[in-house]
């Protein structure tokens, strides 16, 4: 019987009440698809840094990457300034394991309204595919006083290793901040090579790259030739670069015209959070973060501070997650059963069976338990 050992990271707010859920299905499935799970937990997160005033102890990176998987919930806590947790943990996970391919699929489910009107049959089926290592993620940057800035910044990726000197002065002298952007052939080729092999297997005939490149031709110009250059070698898909303001514009007009649309780092950030709103909301919007090494599967939500502890989170796109996790692992069919669970669970419940993110009554364990019982259906 194969076994896998799924680390498992909570994390902060909702993190953990749509996890508890996530971790209740994929034991449901390891039953009935004879396989088996073993789950480690790392409580990191927002009352593990405020207790011991580090994100990470010495080494945890090793034991996760032991894992054959990594089940994220979310991070971020209303007591933590924003930026430790988000860096040293999440974005740490992703630049420490390579996770260079950050896949953010948006669905149209039946059973859940959407805030645009689409035209007779036609359904939205979008795959953001996100560069998740480089861009403005860098992390590379500083803030000074008296008009001058100096800076000397390593860094290190999967890719490479290197070092940026910035010096930055201002006359007369303002108060100033800078963040530097990078791009690498490497990096963008890499997840550009693997968009249009993905567009391909999904039956595309065209990807949507969005860039900047008027605005930023260093940074997005370059990443335009590059994708350019990888597009040659898959003549069946059309590349269409898109200025990604103009993509926010034509999305909610027409998301059903959109396929696989590949992303640099940051706008795949915004324009994932868009295509969960057109196609019913954060609650059912699964991420998956691939590396080489140990891939991350997560919500593309955040730790909703604002409801946390209420109930009201909805846990499908941390249960979404795991089918994607189960791709990943090789277990297809548990995988498509997860994913049919859930559309028959939104497509035959009552309203208030239906989360409270869809205008349902139905607390998050409750879901869970009801995405359970659909799994009967779903061999
Ligand atoms: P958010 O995604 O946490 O919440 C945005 C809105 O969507 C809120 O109104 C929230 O209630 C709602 N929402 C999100 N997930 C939901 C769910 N499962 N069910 C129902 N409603 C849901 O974004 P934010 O408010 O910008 O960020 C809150 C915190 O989370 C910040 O600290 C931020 O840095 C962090 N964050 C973490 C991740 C991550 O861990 N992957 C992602 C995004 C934001
Ligand atoms: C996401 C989040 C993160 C990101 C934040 C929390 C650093 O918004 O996973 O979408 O920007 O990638
Ligand atoms: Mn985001």
């Avoid at 990807?207 to 605005?215: D, E, I, L």
Wanted: hydrophobic letters at 45%.
């Amino acid at each position: 019987m194969p076994s896998y050992e799924i680390a498992v990271l909570p994390g902060d707010g909702i993190g953990p009440e749509v996890i508890c859920e996530a971790r209740k299905v994929l034991s449901a499935l390891a039953l009935r698809f004879g396989f088996s799970v073993r789950f480690r937990d790392f409580p990191f997160g927002a009352e593990y840094y405020l207790k011991h005033g580090v994100v990470l102890p010495e080494g945890a990176f090793d034991d996760m990457g032991a894992a054959d998987a990594l089940l994220l919930g979310a991070v971020g806590d209303p007591r933590v300034p924003p930026g430790p947790l988000e860096q040293e943990l999440l974005l740490a996970l992703r630049f420490r394991f390579d996770q260079f391919l950050n896949l953010r699929p948006s669905r149209s489910w039946p059973g859940v309204p959407i805030p645009v009107n689409l035209p007779e049959g036609a359904e939205i089926d979008i795959l953001v595919i996100r560069e998740n290592t480089e861009d403005f993620y860098m992390n590379l940057g500083a803030a000074g006083q008296g008009g001058h800035i100096r800076a000397e910044m390593p860094f290190r990726r999967g890719l490479y290793e290197g070092a940026a000197q910035v010096e930055l002065a201002l006359d007369p002298p303002t108060e100033a901040a800078f963040t530097l952007g990078v791009i690498t052939s490497a990096a963008a080729g890499r997840v550009a090579e693997r968009a249009f092999a993905i567009a391909e297997e999904r039956g595309e005939r065209v990807v949507h790259a969005a860039t900047k490149s008027n605005a930023l031709p260093h940074l997005y110009g370059f990443w335009d030739r590059v994708v350019a250059e990888t597009a040659r070698s898959h003549p069946t898909i059309k590349l269409k670069h898109i200025n990604v303001d103009n993509l926010a514009y034509q999305l909610p007009r027409g998301p059903h015209n959109f396929g696989v649309v590949l992303c640099t780092n940051l706008f795949g950030d915004i324009i994932s959070d868009l295509t969960a709103g057109l196609t019913g909301g954060l609650g059912l919007a699964a991420s998956a973060n691939i590396g080489d090494g140990l891939s991350m599967f997560e919500p593309v939500h955040g730790s909703a501070p604002d409801i946390a502890g209420t109930g009201k989170a909805n846990p499908l796109a941390a249960i979404l997650s795991v089918s994607l996790l189960l791709s990943h692992l090789g277990e297809r069919q548990a995988a498509l059963a997860l994913e049919g669970a859930v559309r028959s669970y939104l497509a035959d419940s009552p309203r208030r069976s239906l989360p409270f993110e869809l205008e349902g009554g139905a607390p998050c364990p409750r879901v869970g338990d009801l995405v359970i019982h659909a799994l009967e259906g779903h061999r």
